[in-house]
């Protein structure tokens, strides 16, 4: 419910809204409950370049599998700001667009032991 709020408050605001979603959420469960809002046409935003929807994994991390074939999982620094310049660009090219909001659900970086990788991306933006 917090995201779809947030969502309205940037489509009135006529900003782009980027939703990271965790990967336990259901997208179409979410969708259908955008849905229910009369006010919010998910196709018509979506096309309009007012929503973006991707999963916090896959804007932040990097799966690197090694020689003993565990997995490890790090933020990929390079990846975060490829992708952030890369959706900020995007907006600035829109003059319609007022600006970006962001609203991102960070229970992967709990999930994976990278609390304190977060703390650092953050102090260093």
Same mark, same amino acid.
């Given at each position: 419910?917090?995201?779809?709020?947030?969502?309205?408050?940037?489509?009135?605001?006529?900003?782009?809204?980027?939703?990271?979603?965790?990967?336990?959420?259901?997208?179409?469960?979410?969708?259908?409950?955008?849905?229910? %809002?009369?006010?919010?046409?998910?196709?018509?935003?979506?096309?309009?370049?007012?929503?973006?929807?991707?999963?916090?994994?896959?804007?932040?991390?990097?799966?690197?599998?090694?020689?003993?074939?565990?997995?490890?999982?790090?933020?990929?620094?390079?990846?975060?700001?490829?992708?952030?310049?890369?959706?900020? %660009?995007?907006?600035?090219?829109?003059?319609?667009?007022?600006?970006?909001?962001?609203?991102?659900?960070?229970?992967?970086?709990?999930?994976?032991?990278?609390?304190?990788?977060?703390?650092?991306?953050?102090?260093?933006?």
């Amino acid at each position: 419910k917090d995201a779809i709020k947030f969502l309205k408050i940037g489509l009135e605001n006529n900003e782009t809204t980027l939703l990271l979603l965790s990967r336990d959420v259901d997208l179409s469960n979410f969708k259908s409950q955008m849905a229910l %809002d009369r006010y919010i046409d998910i196709n018509k935003i979506q096309n309009n370049g007012l929503l973006k929807i991707a999963y916090t994994e896959e804007f932040y991390l990097s799966f690197n599998q090694k020689d003993n074939k565990i997995n490890t999982v790090t933020v990929d620094n390079d990846k975060v700001h490829k992708n952030f310049f890369n959706l900020a %660009d995007q907006v600035r090219k829109k003059k319609e667009i007022k600006g970006l909001r962001i609203f991102a659900m960070l229970d992967c970086f709990f999930e994976h032991g990278l609390v304190d990788k977060l703390v650092d991306y953050e102090c260093e933006t």
